[in-house]
């Protein structure tokens, strides 16, 4: 007896340590080998219990076969039983919307969901919280909206906890700064969204953000440029990489007065050839793309006194003009600032409806993602006005594909950002040549 217990003893200790090693070592296969199935089971177990329980549910009259009992003797008091009797009546029953096919992935599962008649996305977005703490998971989100259809993903963990370096593509314009909450590659393509506005409160990643796409471009033949008002602390160690550096305002009206210039001798070039914009220039002729990215953008509207009134006008319709003509031209924007509002002066609000691609790092106050985000779906300003601040980097990003994501840039060391500018310095072009190179030039005439 005694024998056959220390059997089963060892027996149970082999069993949860190989179990806790297997998680632990492997943990995609136990995944997909036993937590996913356990999942699957529970989910739709409760499934009914939880569509009702987040008003997801709906009441239908149906007919059920009920047992009812028939009284016999029938007091003031008490009723006496005799016997049961099976009746067909119309009883309200809840019924849940019907679940599809559990599909799992490495971070969890996604499921269709079809939607009963009268309800809309919207209720799953409100609804999507309660499921996730009633699933026990992380997050739920909608991914995907098809007519009377929608794909609830539901994730673990935060895939955005940590992040690794994505290799580049080396592809023109084209970045990759860090990854999507679906685990996919954030990609900024500056071809087909021309500007960026990125904003968020401080210490949120603004900075490091520009910095991972300063780094991602470094090695493609593309000239950069620094308007660092913050006295030049975040992009001087990318300053071998850069063309042309600004640290204070009277640097940066000179140069966006160059950069509008530029825009302006592109402009005749593709006049001259009868083009609509540079990418349907000849190679040979033409220009190099510029990337201009602008550190605390405040900096450039706000005025001490009334003297600098004139030299904010003029540095602010420099930014918007260049806004305006460089997605032609191949001069593109990345604004980063706490707060980029109208508030700031004249001009703002224009410039910001030019920057297509929206960041939002996290915020202190609502209007401030509303102001970034615009008016995207409602579950992005939420997801934006919940980033804590333990992450930062962590952002919502629009303007890519039409939808948002919650997505979070890689982290990029000052060592990291002065080794890639070093490695590629000699790829930056001189400024002013590049604003001035024959090679250009004479094309226009
Ligand atoms: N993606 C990230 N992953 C990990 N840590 C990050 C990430 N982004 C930023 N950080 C950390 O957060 C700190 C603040 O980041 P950053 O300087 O980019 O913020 P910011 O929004 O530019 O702040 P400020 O408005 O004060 O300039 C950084 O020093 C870095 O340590
Ligand atoms: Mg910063």
Redesign the pocket.
């Known amino acids: 007896m005694n024998g056959r217990v220390v059997f089963l003893a060892v027996l149970a200790v082999v069993l949860v340590v190989g179990v806790w090693g297997w998680r632990r070592w492997h943990p995609a296969s136990f995944w997909y080998g036993v937590e996913f199935p356990a999942r699957v089971v529970l989910v739709y177990l409760t499934w009914a219990h939880v569509a009702s329980g987040c008003g997801l549910a709906r009441r239908r009259r149906r007919w059920r076969l009920t047992l009812d009992a028939v009284p016999m003797v029938e007091t003031a008091r008490s009723v006496t039983v005799a016997t049961y009797r099976r009746r067909w009546r119309r009883v309200e029953v809840e019924r849940p919307p019907r679940l599809g096919v559990l599909r799992p992935n490495r971070l969890g599962w996604r499921v269709r969901v079809r939607l009963h008649d009268g309800q809309v996305p919207g209720d799953y977005e409100r609804a999507a919280e309660r499921i996730a703490h009633a699933w026990r998971v992380h997050s739920v989100r909608i991914v995907d909206v098809r007519p009377g259809v929608v794909t609830l993903w539901a994730t673990l963990h935060d895939p955005l906890t940590e992040?690794r370096v994505t290799p580049e593509t080396g592809e023109l314009l084209r970045v990759r700064p860090?990854k999507l909450e679906n685990g996919a590659d954030w990609v900024i393509d500056f071809r087909a969204v021309p500007h960026w506005l990125n904003a968020?409160?401080?210490?949120?990643?603004?900075?490091?953000?520009a910095?991972a796409i300063i780094k991602g471009l470094a090695p493609q033949p593309v000239a950069l440029v620094g308007l660092d008002l913050?006295g030049g602390v975040?992009f001087t160690p990318y300053a071998p990489r850069l063309s042309a550096l600004a640290t204070t305002r009277t640097q940066c009206t000179a140069l966006l007065a160059d950069l509008v210039g530029e825009l302006e001798h592109r402009m005749t070039i593709c006049r001259g050839r009868g083009v609509r914009n540079i990418w349907h220039l000849p190679e040979g002729v033409r220009p190099m793309p510029i990337v201009v990215l602008v550190?605390?953008v405040a900096e450039l509207f706000l005025m001490a006194d009334r003297s600098e009134k004139d030299q904010v006008a003029k540095t602010g319709t420099a930014l918007l003009r260049v806004a305006q003509l460089g997605r032609a031209f191949g001069v593109h924007l990345v604004v980063?600032g706490?707060r980029i509002g109208s508030d700031l002066g004249p001009g703002v609000t224009a410039l910001r409806s030019q920057l297509s691609g929206r960041v939002c790092?996290r915020v202190n106050d609502p209007e401030t993602a509303t102001m970034t985000l615009g008016d995207l779906d409602p579950a992005a300003l939420d997801a934006a006005r919940t980033i804590p601040a333990q992450?930062?980097?962590?952002c919502i990003v629009a303007g890519q594909d039409g939808g948002w994501h919650r997505a979070?840039?890689?982290?990029i060391s000052e060592h990291e950002a002065e080794h890639a500018a070093r490695t590629y310095a000699h790829l930056a072009p001189d400024w002013a040549e590049l604003i001035t190179t024959p090679a250009v030039r004479p094309a226009a005439a």
């Open positions: 992040v860090g968020g409160a401080t210490q949120s990643g603004k900075s490091n953000l910095n913050k975040e550190d605390e980063c706490q790092h992450t930062p980097g962590v979070r840039s890689v982290y």
